[in-house]
């Protein structure tokens, strides 16, 4: 059973442009829903988390939009640049200090000039 | 200065041959975790541990086992090695008082042939 739906698998943008990355989930005690970013021959790293008290956080030019009803969160990447090119995965977890995550199948982004 | 480092980085190895991987950190973190990665699939957990005492199994245990030998050391051998185990190995840790950051090795890449 796939908790965390993620897509699309890949995508292709162009440098200067907006790269949207959407997730959904299934259920409703998750309460962290994290993105990690991955450069090829590196482990992910956070990239940015929310809760689901708020609807949008923003750190600089990635957005994470939160979607409580429709069980759907997403991230913005506004004004790409190539050296975002990398694989972005969205991921959650249920309860404060949770040692699990449950990850979606990741996103292949790749930013042209 | 990496703060969690996997050993080897690389390993090629024979169907049925007994495999360990090691993981260390220096991050002085309590939790412990072993995921593979595979193509298309994501990041799934294999092992967790909270510490030296306390090992549990994750999503896909099967044919796998760890050793905590320290709070910074955390091993995963794959007693006889199948192809389908060929994929990319990554350890993570996390605090408990930290919040639910996952902070990832750099991998180890393992072919089964």
């Known amino acids: 059973q796939q908790q965390v739906k993620q897509s699309p698998q890949s995508l292709i943008v162009q440098k200067g442009g907006i790269s949207i990355i959407n997730c959904a989930y299934e259920?409703?005690?998750?309460?962290?829903f994290p993105w990690y970013q991955q450069f090829p021959g590196k482990g992910p790293a956070l990239l940015i988390a929310i809760r689901p008290d708020v609807s949008e956080k923003k750190e600089g030019r990635f957005t994470i939009s939160f979607n409580k009803s429709a069980k759907q969160f997403s991230l913005h990447i506004m004004d790409s640049q190539p050296g975002d090119s990398a694989t972005y995965f969205c991921?959650?977890?249920?309860?404060?200090?949770?040692?699990?995550?449950?990850f979606g199948k990741g996103t292949k982004l790749s930013v042209i000039p | 200065d990496a703060d969690v480092t996997q050993t080897p980085r690389n390993r090629i190895t024979k169907t049925g041959k007994r495999i360990m991987l090691e993981c260390s950190q220096t991050?002085?973190?309590?939790?412990m975790y072993w995921y593979r990665q595979d193509p298309g699939l994501g990041l799934r957990l294999i092992y967790y541990?909270?510490?030296?005492?306390?090992?549990n199994k994750g999503e896909i245990s099967d044919g796998y086992s760890v050793s905590r030998q320290a709070q910074a050391k955390f091993s995963l051998s794959l007693e006889s090695a199948i192809p389908n185990q060929t994929a990319l190995y990554f350890c993570a840790t996390s605090d408990r008082t930290g919040g639910n950051e996952q902070f990832f090795g750099p991998g180890t890449r393992l072919t089964v042939l």
């Open positions: 991050k002085g973190h309590d939790r």
């Open positions: 541990s909270f510490d030296v005492k306390d090992i």
């Open positions: 991921a959650a977890s249920k309860g404060a200090g949770s040692y699990q995550l449950t």
């Open positions: 259920n409703t005690a998750f309460d962290y």
